[in-house]
């Protein structure tokens, strides 16, 4: 794995002197309220957990404060469809490496289609192939950012790619993630796949009501589930609609 001696981002952490409410959003959550140093890998840091943990909203405010705009997209687009980003972006202190990343961008799955939009009004498709993102289907639109758009020598933040992405597009994403790695890359990724999930020696960062964890790929509970429903899937399946019969 090709390695730099610095990462373009290397540390996240609250501000000193910063007073938070922790009953309130997203300081409310265990896994924010744990950010006391997040170390980031060189090449690929994934940050896992249910939904609600508090790993989307970590890596919203990590994009906000390295100047992407809530929704995603390079840093030149900045637009708000929606009045939910939090607070977090103005306590963060983000320690970053030299030299600066030469291409950035934030892919974020459930604002993308704002994203698309956006790329439609200005005219600007030539770094997504060309095409209207809108034309083609969501997982099309998705590795058009990732085969035409990611240049290279940068940083990139992607929040759940894989929710428009089959089994094998996800494979074809990991694929493109490590010819960008190759091509001196960062990523910094909030997944909920197990594809995803086993690039190699990547760090894994679990998001629970303890708080922050770092943990090994075969312990992660995306890998446990899905190894033990594809061995034993008739099994598991009797299991579980035993268990809606008699909720029922």
Not at 14 to 37: Q, T
Not at 55 to 66: D, H, N, Q, Y
Not at 71 to 100: C, I, W
Not at 219 to 224: P, Q, R, V
Request: glycine content about 8%.
């Amino acid at each position: 794995m090709p390695k730099r001696s610095k990462p373009y981002l290397l540390h996240a952490s609250i501000r000193p002197g910063v007073e938070v409410d922790l009953e309130s959003y997203p300081f409310s959550i265990p896994a924010v309220r744990d950010i006391a140093s997040i170390d980031f890998h060189p090449n690929v840091t994934f940050f896992v957990g249910e939904n609600g943990s508090g790993k989307s909203t970590v890596l919203e405010g990590i994009a906000v404060a390295l100047g992407f705009g809530a929704e995603g997209g390079t840093k030149n687009v900045h637009f708000a469809s929606s009045g939910s980003l939090s607070a977090l972006h103005d306590s963060l202190r983000l320690a970053r490496g030299v030299p600066k990343p030469r291409d950035e961008y934030f892919l974020r799955a459930e604002s993308f289609f704002n994203v698309a939009s956006y790329m439609d009004e200005t005219g600007y498709l030539k770094g997504y192939g060309g095409k209207s993102l809108h034309t083609q289907s969501h997982g099309e639109s998705f590795m058009a950012v990732l085969l035409n758009k990611l240049r290279g020598n940068g940083m990139y933040l992607l929040d759940e790619p894989e929710a428009a992405l089959s089994p094998s597009r996800q494979l074809a994403a990991l694929s493109a993630i490590h010819q960008l790695v190759e091509d001196h890359s960062q990523f910094v990724i909030a997944t909920h796949s197990p594809i995803l999930l086993s690039y190699p020696n990547a760090k894994i960062i679990q998001f629970d009501r303890s708080g922050l964890t770092e943990i090994a790929f075969e312990d992660t509970e995306h890998f446990a589930v899905t190894r033990d429903f594809l061995n034993n899937y008739p099994r598991r399946l009797e299991q579980l609609f035993q268990d809606d019969d008699k909720e029922h």
